[in-house]
């Protein structure tokens, strides 16, 4: 089967049909707006490597916005596009992944809800419907949670300023696994059980005891020991794994598990400065 794109253009945005909605393949895509205040850039700056783009921060201002939606039975690409619009970012709906769900661009959307976060619509009009979205390759795409969760991205994360011993790594490291932000593969050091070997950890249940990052053998902490990075199982879910020359995790995981992190990474540094 073919594969045909939709591109909504200033013309364009005034028709309200699409003539091949109904496809699967079907993809809509809606143009961008570029500039980003340097003032908005500097604010919106996190700490991980490598650092947002310039295009990356406008689509995280974009979804910080606020909204109004007042859909009923709109088709979904109708709606896609109003947000595109209204926020001036381009937004695309992976058809193909739809399709795959048995799910087309005309899925009926109803939402009535004022003043909401761009992202916190986005949330409620896709997830019931299996779907979620992310930002990749300049865009913002719409596509299914199974599809997204296949997509794992890597980040540095520099925490010398909260972990200098062994255990205060050990402790970060059990709170990232600990919280509600993804599914982690299971390691395969530290003590173990065969179940967990065999499956992925699930998000916000309690890490195994022992292991972590680090090869102990008494599993006491003396002072001076070294980290010895652990290897993971094959599997699905994301990874931690330290470097402690440069004082920084290596985080592989989702697009929404990344934000999650980086949230929780603060809220930890802004107890600590509140102390």
Known sequence: ??????????????????SDAKKPAAQAMIAFEEAVPQAQQK????????????????????LEEETDCDFADE?????????????GIPILVSGNDLGEEGLTLEEPVNLK???????????????????TYLVEHGVLKVTTIIKANEKLMLRVYP???????VEDYLTLESALRNADLGDWRP??????????????????SPAPAGGGFFNIPDGKFKGGESVDPLLYEEG?????????????????QTYHAHNAIVDLLTQIREARTSE
Request: hydrophobic share 40%; glycine share 6%.
């Open 1 to 18: 089967m073919g594969c045909s794109t939709l591109v909504a253009t200033a013309e364009e945005k005034k028709k309200s049909t699409i």
């Open 43 to 62: 604010k919106s700056q996190q700490r991980f490597l490598p650092a947002l783009t310039q295009r990356e921060l406008k689509f995280q201002k974009a």
């Open 75 to 87: 088709p979904l690409s109708k709606v896609m596009a109003l947000f595109s619009e209204r926020h």
């Open 113 to 131: 809800v004022e003043k909401l976060a761009l992202q916190d619509a986005l949330s409620l009009i896709l997830e019931p419907i299996g779907l």
């Open 159 to 165: 925490v010398g300023d909260l972990c200098r011993t």
């Open 187 to 204: 390691r395969k050091t530290g003590c173990l059980s065969e179940k967990s070997k065999s499956q992925p950890q699930q998000a916000g």
């Open 236 to 252: 699905v879910g994301g990874t931690i794994t330290i470097v402690q020359q440069s004082h920084a995790l290596l985080i592989t």
